[in-house]
């Protein structure tokens, strides 16, 4: 059974109310945007978070940035929950969450950056329950409309930040490319370095460059945390 909340260094997440809960490659997704947006020193003012769930991903922005965040979801209970999660945090003045379909929700201005964990199970199997059909089944936000949609929220100089299987992640770029928005970052996740790649995070933009592709094991040869797992994790992971 899944933990009901988990401690991280400046938050916590309650999950018990959400369908989908925190995973490890959520919590990179999260680390590895706020490290972008770091190292970067990207000018963000305006971020949005679609698919918000717990608030895991707003919450691991604002603690790295002074940007302004508005987070998306549809399934009540999570909504509920999030804002809770937010409110209960050190950075409930910094993030607005939504009750909202992302494909008819109309925001007051445009982002800098939107991130999302986006529908896994498009033309695969439905799951049985319906929070996670809801939260993961493209019936609930197909990648084409969360493309399109993004593309009309951007800022010229906006981004968009993604967390894929693998298997998606090449039927994403092309249908990002119908888009106008291009692969300028790639980052592919695996546990170990026995194992294959499963997840990839994807940043476009709209300017067509030649993306820079990093790879990351969640853990080394030796079944520790890899050095770059510690370096992205350790200002949230309570044991690093």
């Not at 369908?19 to 990207?42: H, I, P, Q």
């Not at 209970?77 to 009750?99: K, L, T, Y």
């Not at 820079?212 to 690093?240: H, M």
Request: glycine share 4%.
């Amino acid at each position: 059974m899944p933990n009901p909340f988990f401690q991280f260094k400046k938050f916590v997440i309650r999950q018990d109310r959400c369908a989908m809960k925190v995973c490890t490659d959520s919590c990179l997704f999260g680390a590895w945007t706020a490290n972008y947006l770091e190292r970067k020193s990207v000018n963000v003012q305006r971020l949005l978070d679609v698919g918000a769930g717990t608030g895991l991903l707003s919450l691991m922005a604002a603690q790295k940035t002074n940007a302004g965040i508005d987070a998306v979801e549809i399934d009540r209970d999570s909504f509920e929950q999030a804002a809770s999660n937010i409110a209960e945090s050190p950075f409930s003045n910094q993030i607005h969450v939504f009750n909202a379909d992302f494909k008819e929700w109309m925001p007051e201005g445009k982002y800098d950056m939107i991130i999302s964990n986006p529908p896994f199970y498009e033309n695969d199997l439905v799951p049985a329950d319906d929070g996670r059909h809801l939260s993961k089944h493209s019936r609930g936000l197909s990648l084409e409309a969360l493309l399109n949609r993004s593309m009309n929220l951007l800022n010229a100089a906006g981004c968009l930040a993604v967390l894929l299987p693998v298997h998606r992640a090449a039927d994403f770029e092309r249908i990002a490319g119908r888009h106008s928005l291009f692969v300028t970052e790639k980052m592919l996740i695996r546990q170990t370095p026995q194992h294959p790649y499963f997840r990839a995070i994807l940043l476009l933009g709209f300017d067509q460059t030649p993306p820079q592709q990093t790879t990351l094991e969640i853990k080394n040869e030796g079944n520790d945390y890899s050095a770059e797992f510690v370096r992205l994790l350790k200002d949230y992971y309570l044991p690093l």
